[in-house]
């Protein structure tokens, strides 16, 4: 069983930076894919961005390409995403998840454990 507890969301502006941490437990960190989802009021939850294993490779959704960075540091079991040039359409709570799989995939199905969400919140 892996939890999953994020962190560093909050309020900031359009243009502004945040980083959000997962940290993980319970399990062996580094035989999972990580992915990163948010979830804004009213619309389903979407895929952001995902790792995999030793992290050689990202992938991205469209939109946050060039401003987001996934990255993971499995000698502390976190998974990162870095996040520059928010929009107010980057506001969301976003999810980070665990998966079996070499670097997870697109989709939630893949993911066997979820954290609790940390709220993203960008001004304009």
């Known amino acids: 069983q892996v939890q999953l507890v994020e962190s560093g969301g909050g309020l900031v502006q359009t243009g502004g930076s945040l980083r959000l941490s997962c940290a993980a437990s319970?399990?062996?960190?580094?035989?999972?894919?990580m992915g990163w989802f948010r979830q804004a009021p009213g619309k389903a939850r979407e895929f952001v961005a995902r790792?995999?294993?030793?992290?050689?490779?990202?992938y991205y959704e469209d939109s946050v390409k060039g401003r987001f960075t996934i990255s993971r540091d499995n000698a502390e079991n976190t998974v990162y995403l870095h996040m520059n040039s928010l929009k107010p359409e980057d506001t969301a709570v976003y999810y980070c998840?665990?998966?079996?799989?070499?670097?997870?995939?697109?989709?939630?199905?893949?993911?066997?454990?979820w954290g609790q969400g940390t709220q993203v919140t960008v001004s304009s």
């Open positions: 790792i995999s294993w030793g992290g050689s490779s990202t």
């Open positions: 319970g399990g062996t960190f580094s035989r999972y894919g």
């Open positions: 998840a665990a998966s079996t799989l070499y670097s997870g995939g697109d989709l939630p199905s893949v993911y066997d454990y």
